[in-house]
């Protein structure tokens, strides 16, 4: 009798170092995703996305860019005291089928400073490259750390008005990890 009291010992103890090891491999995998979503955090995202139409010289695209609180550090651990977004036309019909073959027409930078929320007009004169009567998409980009929105403003000529593209980084990961290692400690210690 004392030996299947032994057996059922042992048993037990391989079940217990089997969780934990499964806890501690769950624990592992949680802090290599966290890790790379850090890594993942910082990087160039679409803030805006809009059509528009050249249709006179006096009537301007105004593109208004926030930009972040705090920028932060670059990747020398410098102290990052000014960012650019990028503003990129792009020919409409061609970004709509494939945007990363679309041909760029013209591209422009609007440089800020932490806490600036700044407004940059664009007329015919600034971007002689354009046609009348094309449709254009106009896209403006940034580092995600550094800008927190970017909005139209007005129209540069027709089109509809712009749709700003969700900018920031979502928290989601983060708060589903922090739930998984709390239930695998729960799942531990009633073991």
Do not use: C
Request: proline share 1%.
């Amino acid at each position: 009798m004392s030996l299947v009291d032994n057996l059922q010992s042992i048993g037990q103890a391989d079940s217990s170092e089997k969780t934990q090891r499964v806890l501690l491999g769950s624990l592992v995998a949680a802090l290599l995703l966290v890790s790379a979503a850090g890594l993942g955090a910082a990087a160039t995202e679409d803030f805006l996305e809009t059509n528009v139409t050249k249709e006179s010289s006096d009537d301007p695209l105004e593109i208004e860019v926030a930009y972040a609180d705090e920028f932060g550090t670059d990747d020398t651990d410098s102290e990052i005291t000014s960012a650019d977004a990028t503003v990129t036309w792009y020919n409409a019909t061609e970004y709509q089928n494939d945007s990363d073959t679309a041909t760029e027409i013209h591209n422009a930078t609007i440089t800020g400073e932490e806490g600036q929320t700044l407004t940059q007009s664009y007329d015919r004169g600034d971007i002689s490259a354009l046609e009348y009567g094309t449709e254009y998409s106009v896209v403006v980009s940034a580092d995600n750390s550094t800008v927190d929105d970017a909005a139209r403003v007005d129209g540069l000529l027709g089109g509809a008005a712009g749709s700003s593209v969700d900018g920031s980084p979502g928290f989601g990961v983060g708060v589903a990890i922090v739930a998984l290692i709390g239930a695998g400690v729960a799942a531990a210690r009633r073991d």
